[in-house]
């Protein structure tokens, strides 16, 4: 380095090193110093080279330039035992990329670039959504982070097994049936990881203003305050995709029910992963939900969480129209409907469920609907209502990413590994929207196979739960855990009844039912005939049921080769990272919109009123645009109108 610098003094040098995460096994928390003394063995080259350790080989901060990274999914680890943070598994003790980096920061207060970033098969794209997301979040907040180097371009072979291709490259190396390339290879484009390339391409290099030189300290963004009737520890399902996606920019608080306590109302904060908090509160009143009783008490506990510690600018977001009276305690810079249900179809629905939601689709700057279904029906009644169906984690799902020697795969084998093939499976909540009737025909009409029914028991009582020697109730079992038990399963199954519960719902698993490989069997459901009806068999009868998962377990090869690129297609058209992007793409024009008239209207921030207190009065004004500046004239100041 100094002979290259007597020669020309601006020569740059980029000293790539990989950054790790090392956790101790979930039983072993006293193995936390040496996980660190191991993790901190990634910092020895850097050192070396800026004189911290080591000084008698001339190292300097002088020669410590640009700190390249490198990063990849097998980065994090137990200590002892060497296994794997699983990314596709969602590792709780993962740590965020940009952590990483901005450890690597603090440390030598150098630039710094992703040297060499990738993944494999089907996680490409999420990958790089991922890492993407991170490199603008740390940007945000000051890190001189330079890009993303993806590696590599073309799929490659293993260095040390040439017969062992990857399929980790922008392009894939056309394979013949050996799974060798043939000579000379093609190339076969990877268009998802290509279409997150180039979204990416265009986002990054217009995001370098960060939002704070130090990056100790969080960037300041707008925040979600989130009402919701699901728990966050129910069933993974579309609110924690689209929020943890969400979160990784904006900073996320989960309001849930309240739980009865005894004693005095109170309000529990719980931070489940990284940009969400849950709000879950504590109340000793007898009303469930966000009945009109806990109402006082509901705004107290927001009220005074708000003063605490509540966030300046922030957005209100709906899972359920019974939470609209605490609206009145926020000033949100616009209002979010997500209506992935028909809430009102359901069993033990609210009385006043219909009203209150009538008046927050009025009220909403933007409503999403959980499918084509529940957009026609909701389309008229807001003004800027989208369909948003729900999507698939590709990478989760992929038979690939199901590791046999993981924790998981050997829960689910210890669960039904006794179970004789064939093994037909459903996973989601047991309620009334499933044809149990339907299901126990087909049970009974094919004694030889084994059912495996997966998830909680809600609103109907277990005891009308058909029990069979081959129908096997399993219970709720973790996000993580589904693509194990999937993979052991040869059919999986959509028996939904066809009534007024089941009249607009778009169920999300059958989405991660093809993403497993798996053929699927479902009942004419209107969503799952529009969306996926050329890579789903359908069934309106028990007897035609039976006979069409006959059919997908004796499927010739060729069957089963189209079936998997139907299905291939159905998912490559929808994954929850494009979901959450069209999501903040929406919210971008209505901030945007909203900061523009207040503009032209020249009205201060510190008076402006919150529009969001206003009645809903002005939803019928027909021109958005006249709707707008008619609000932005109501919360002008009284000398200004």
Known sequence: MKAMRQVDPRVRFLQIEPVVHV???????????????????????????????????????????????????????????????????????????????????????????????????????EWLEEVAAEVERVRRQGLPLAGIC????????????????????????????????????????CRPYARALQQWQRRLPHDLTPDSTDPGKPAMSTSLIVFSHLRWDFVFQ?????????GRQHPVYFFEEPVHCEGDAWLEQLPVCDGITVLRPHT??????????????????????????????????????????????????????????????????????????????????????????????????????????????????????????????????????????????????????LDLALLAQVVDARPQWQFVMVGPVVKIDPEQLPQRPNLHWLGQQSYQRLPALVAGWDVCLLPFALNEHTRYISPTKTLEYLAAEK???????????????????????????????????????????????QGAACVARHSWDAAS???????????????????ELDVPDDEVMAVDTLPGALAPVADPLAAARLQAVLIAPAAAR
Request: aromatic share 8%; hydrophobic share 40%; charged share 25%.
């Open 23 to 125: 956790a101790p096994p979930a039983d072993r928390p006293d193995l936390q110093p040496l996980a660190d003394e191991v993790a901190g063995y990634q910092w020895q080259v850097w050192d070396m080279l800026a004189g911290r350790s080591e000084p008698q080989l001339g190292g300097g901060p002088q020669w410590l330039d640009v700190l390249g990274i490198n990063y990849y999914h097998s980065g994090q680890w137990e200590v002892m035992t060497e296994r794997r943070l699983y990314w596709h598994l969602k590792d709780p003790r993962r740590k965020p990329l940009g952590d990483l980096l901005t450890a690597a920061w603090q440390r030598y207060d150098r630039p710094l670039l992703i040297a060499e970033t990738s993944h494999v098969g089907v996680g490409r794209a």
């Open 150 to 189: 993806l590696y590599p371009v073309v799929d490659r072979p293993d260095w040390d097994n040439l017969d062992h291709w990857h399929r980790s490259g922008l392009w894939d190396a056309a394979a013949t049936e050996h799974g060798k390339p043939p000579g000379p290879p093609g190339r076969v484009l």
């Open 238 to 246: 579309r609110p924690q995709h689209l929020l943890t996606r969400l």
């Open 284 to 433: 000793p009143l007898a009303g469930g939900g966000f009945d009109d009783a806990q109402m006082p008490v509901l705004r107290r506990l927001l009220d005074q969480w708000l003063v605490d510690e509540g966030p300046a600018e922030h957005l209100a977001w709906f899972y359920t129209p019974m939470a609209l009276p605490l609206l009145d305690a926020l000033d949100p810079q616009a209002v979010i409907y997500d209506c992935m249900d028909e809430l009102a179809a359901f069993k033990h629905a609210p009385k006043a469920l219909r009203q209150r939601e009538a008046a927050l689709l009025k009220r909403a700057d933007i409503v999403l609907t959980g499918g084509p279904s529940l957009y026609e029906a909701k389309r008229d009644l807001g003004r800027n209502v989208h369909c948003l169906p729900s999507s698939v984690d590709v990478a989760h799902y992929a038979p690939e990413h199901v590791t046999r020697d993981c924790e998981h795969y050997l829960a689910a084998e210890k669960l039904q590994s006794h179970l004789l093939a064939p093994r037909l499976g459903f996973f989601g909540v047991i309620d009334e929207r």
């Open 519 to 565: 053929p699927v069997v479902s009942t004419p459901v209107k969503d799952v005939v529009t969306l996926y009806g050329e890579a789903v068999r359908i069934a309106g009868t028990a007897e035609d049921f039976a006979a069409a998962c006959d059919a997908a377990l004796a499927e010739t090869p060729e069957q089963r080769q189209a079936r998997l690129r």
């Open 581 to 599: 992007r069209k999501v903040m793409s929406l919210i971008d024009e209505v901030l945007a919109q909203r900061a523009a008239l207040l503009s």
